[in-house]
């Protein structure tokens, strides 16, 4: 389990933007991007876009996909691209994982919020930012990285609140959120890349190496199996049905009973708000150190059970069922990753960074609709980039026979 979530006391960490620490990091962020994550190259379209409400004075919100660690290091391209850098929230256990990370990622413009509780100060800072509309605001909206590249999880409604809020703050100029989508292409030999991979997997499961399946199935059985595992852990035996049955079986099974003890058999939300709403639960007697040994070790395993929620609600069931090259390599970097904490990068990627055009968000809501419209125009822009954005591969990849 990644340390996504931290028993400690939190303590807010503001931005503190640093335009020494900013050119530094720039002239050594390609070489990272390329060693720690693969990346290659990145492209900005639509830029033009955030130069014009920047050049209007607007407040602006850029509302983000997030499906690999790297997205917020790849968008500094497009803050290079306007001139303009940007200010990102981030989980507070970002800052936590090294104290490297916490004193740079501020100086970068990065501030924490924290997930588990109302952060009023990081709420009030994000506010105040896109009020005083000199650096944009960069949010991941989905809330989590999906390594779907292909899909989006459901939005939270906290950047329309903050974008609402702000619009109330501004005494000239408008609030604009600019949806932003980032699309990454693998140009390299992905049988070369995944195979290694793959075969270190089905060690594990002390499998003789599945040569003889074609790629797609051969990764699609692997699956299989470690739902398997899982299932045999919890049920006592595998469980029958489609894979997305079976997942959505799972699921069910581990949230439930924790939200009887915890939640007062509260079950309304999408997943990643029933996951959120449990972390909140459990988590602050952690916090305060009032708890005896025994009664941790209980709260540390329910909080895996729910880590490993979170983690089968970024498995959609047939996301390999049109087996592009990407969506191959994101299923195996998160097998890789959901068995060892750490996915290996693969190289060459080349993002590509689209700018939708700007969603005027005034001071109120309208109410006469149950859902938030803004959030659900934002989500309509993000699901048209992240088609139109396809069209963006060069080259068609080199050993990619799926199955």
């Known amino acids: 389990m990644q340390a996504v979530v931290i028993d400690k006391p939190y303590t807010f960490i503001p931005p503190r933007l640093?335009?020494?620490?900013?050119?530094?990091?720039?002239?050594?962020?390609?070489?990272?991007?390329?060693?720690?994550f693969g990346i290659a190259a990145v492209e900005c379209v639509g830029a033009e876009k955030l130069r014009a409400s920047l050049a209007a004075g607007h407040g602006i919100m850029l509302v983000g996909n997030h499906c690999r660690p790297c997205d917020p290091l790849v968008l500094d391209a497009l803050a290079v691209a306007v001139d303009r850098p940007f200010n990102v929230i981030a989980s507070w256990?970002?800052?936590?994982?090294?104290?490297?990370?916490?004193?740079?990622?501020?100086?970068?413009g990065g501030f924490s919020v924290y997930r588990e509780g109302l952060d009023r100060e990081s709420l009030k800072c994000a506010i105040k930012i896109v009020a005083d509309g000199k650096n944009p605001l960069v949010i991941f909206a989905e809330g989590i990285i999906t390594r779907c590249n292909d899909r989006l999880v459901n939005f939270m409604e906290g950047p329309v609140f903050m974008a609402r809020a702000a619009a109330k703050q501004r005494k000239d100029g408008k609030v604009m959120i600019h949806p932003v989508f980032i699309r990454y292409f693998f140009e390299g030999d992905l049988q070369q890349t995944v195979i290694p991979v793959i075969e270190e997997i089905e060690t594990r499961l002390s499998w003789q190496p599945q040569i003889q399946m074609p790629l797609r199935e051969r990764i699609q059985k692997i699956g299989d199996a470690l739902l398997a595992l899982k299932e045999v852990e919890y049920f006592g035996t595998a469980q029958t049905g489609s894979f997305r049955e079976r997942l959505h079986r799972m699921i069910d099974h581990l949230l439930t009973p924790l939200e009887i003890q915890w939640c007062a058999s509260r079950h309304d939300g999408d997943v990643m708000a029933r996951v959120k709403r449990l972390r909140s639960a459990i988590l602050p007697e952690m916090v305060t150190g009032e708890l005896?040994?025994?009664?941790?070790?209980a709260r540390w395993r329910h909080l895996g059970d729910v880590y490993l929620v979170q983690q089968l609600h970024c498995y959609p069931g047939d996301y390999i069922e049109n087996p592009t090259p990407e969506r191959i390599l994101e299923t195996v970097e998160r097998y890789e990753e959901d068995l060892t904490d750490l996915a290996r990068p693969h190289f060459p990627i080349r993002a590509i960074i689209t700018v939708g055009d700007a969603i005027e968000v005034g001071p109120t809501r309208d109410r006469s609709q149950e859902n938030d419209p803004v959030t659900a125009e934002i989500r309509a822009r993000m699901k048209l980039l992240l088609e139109s954005s396809k069209t963006g591969r060069k080259l068609a990849p080199t050993g990619t026979q799926l199955s």
């Open 292 to 297: 005896t040994d025994s009664e941790r070790a």
């Open 18 to 36: 640093s335009r020494c620490w900013l050119w530094l990091v720039r002239r050594l962020l390609p070489r990272q991007l390329r060693k720690n």
């Open 93 to 108: 256990h970002v800052f936590m994982t090294s104290k490297f990370q916490r004193f740079l990622l501020p100086r970068m």
